[in-house]
C-alpha cells in the first residue's frame, strides 16, 4: 500500500498552470538578459534594424573597446563602487539599531517613534525643502550629498524589527543582562553575529539600491568627475537620442558621420549596461543563502 499522496485532477492542473507561469516568468527575465549580451557583441546595424532579436549578429567588440578605454566610465565606475559600500555601511549602522531598538519592548516610547517612522513612509519633506536642508548642510558636490538623505528606509528597518522580534529569544537577552552585559554589547556581541541572515538581505537591497541610484547624484553633483556610473551611462543615452534626432539641413557626410557616432554610442550603451550589472549578479550568489532565509523568516514570522 503507496503511503504517498494522491494527486487529484485539479492538483495536478494547478501544478502545470504553476509550471507555466514559472516558464513564462523565466522567458520575461531571460530575454532582456540575453537580448542586452547579444546587442553589446553585435553590429549595430543589425540591432537597430532588428535582425539581431535573440542571439548575435555581425559580433563585434567596439563597444567593450570603448568602454575599456573611456575614463569616464572607470571614473564613474569607482565613483559608484564608492557610494555603494560606503551608503550601505551607513544604511546598516542606521538600520539595524534603529530595529533593534524598536524590537525591544522595555524600550520606552517605541510606539511613538515607530509612529513617526511610518509617516515618513506616506509623507516626505519634498525635493525642494530637501535640496534646501543639504545645501544649508553644506553637503553640495560632495558623496555625502549622495550618500545621507537616503541613509534609511523605514519598510527595511520595519522587516528588520520584525526579525529581530521572531528570531532572538528574549530569554537569551535577559540571561545575558543577569550576567551584567550591557545593552551595547549584548547588540554587537551577541544579536548581530545571530543576525546575518537579515545582514545580507538588507546589505543586497540597500547595496542594489545604492549601485543603480542616479537621480540624487543628478540634482547635488555638479562635478562631472563625481558622477556615478548610472549618470555617465545617462548621458551617454542623451547623446545617442540627441544624435539619432539631430534633423534639418545636413549634408550627406555630415549624416553619415552622426549615423556612425550614434551606432557607436548605442553599442557602448549595451557594453556599460552589462558592465554596470556584472557586479551585483557576481555577488548575489555568495548572499543567496542568507538571502532566502532572512526574507523568510522577516516577512512571515511576525
Not at 63 to 76: A, D, P, Q
Not at 81 to 106: C, E, F, H, Q
Not at 242 to 258: E, L, N, P, V
Request: charged letters at 10%.
Amino acid at each position: 500500500m503507496s503511503s504517498g499522496i494522491r494527486e487529484t485532477e485539479r492538483d495536478k492542473i494547478f501544478l502545470a498552470c504553476n509550471y507555466i507561469y514559472v516558464f513564462l516568468a523565466f522567458l520575461i527575465v531571460f530575454y532582456p538578459l540575453v537580448y542586452m549580451i547579444s546587442a553589446s557583441v553585435s553590429d549595430p546595424k543589425e540591432v537597430a534594424s532588428g535582425a539581431m532579436w535573440l542571439w548575435p549578429k555581425g559580433i563585434t567588440l567596439e563597444g567593450y573597446k570603448r568602454v575599456f578605454e573611456n575614463s569616464n566610465i572607470w571614473t564613474g565606475y569607482g565613483n559608484t563602487i564608492l557610494y555603494t559600500v560606503v551608503g550601505t555601511a551607513v544604511n546598516l549602522l542606521v538600520t539595524l539599531p534603529a530595529a533593534y531598538a524598536m524590537s525591544r519592548k522595555d524600550f520606552v516610547g517605541r510606539n511613538f517613534f515607530m509612529a513617526m517612522f511610518m509617516v515618513t513612509m506616506f509623507f516626505s519633506g519634498g525635493l525642494v525643502p530637501t535640496y534646501l536642508l543639504v545645501k544649508q548642510l553644506g553637503m553640495m558636490n560632495t558623496m555625502w550629498a549622495v550618500v545621507v538623505p537616503s541613509a534609511a528606509s523605514i519598510w527595511n528597518i520595519i522587516v528588520s524589527r520584525t526579525f529581530f522580534q521572531s528570531s532572538i529569544p528574549k530569554e537569551l537577552q535577559e540571561a545575558a543582562q543577569i550576567d551584567g552585559c550591557t545593552n551595547m554589547r549584548l547588540f554587537l556581541k551577541i544579536v548581530l553575529p545571530l543576525s546575518m541572515p537579515i545582514i545580507a538581505v538588507m546589505a543586497l537591497y540597500y547595496g542594489v539600491g545604492n549601485w543603480n541610484s542616479y537621480f540624487s547624484a543628478l540634482i547635488y553633483l555638479n562635478d562631472a568627475g563625481k558622477y556615478p556610473l548610472q549618470l555617465v551611462l545617462r548621458q551617454i543615452l542623451v547623446l545617442q537620442e540627441m544624435a539619432a534626432q539631430g534633423g534639418g539641413a545636413i549634408d550627406t557626410s555630415t549624416a553619415a558621420a552622426m549615423n556612425s557616432k550614434a551606432e557607436i554610442a548605442a553599442l557602448v550603451k549595451y557594453a556599460v549596461i552589462i558592465v554596470a550589472t556584472v557586479p551585483v549578479i557576481a555577488i548575489y550568489p555568495f548572499l543567496q543563502r542568507y538571502f532566502v532565509q532572512g526574507v523568510m523568516i522577516g516577512s512571515v514570522k511576525g
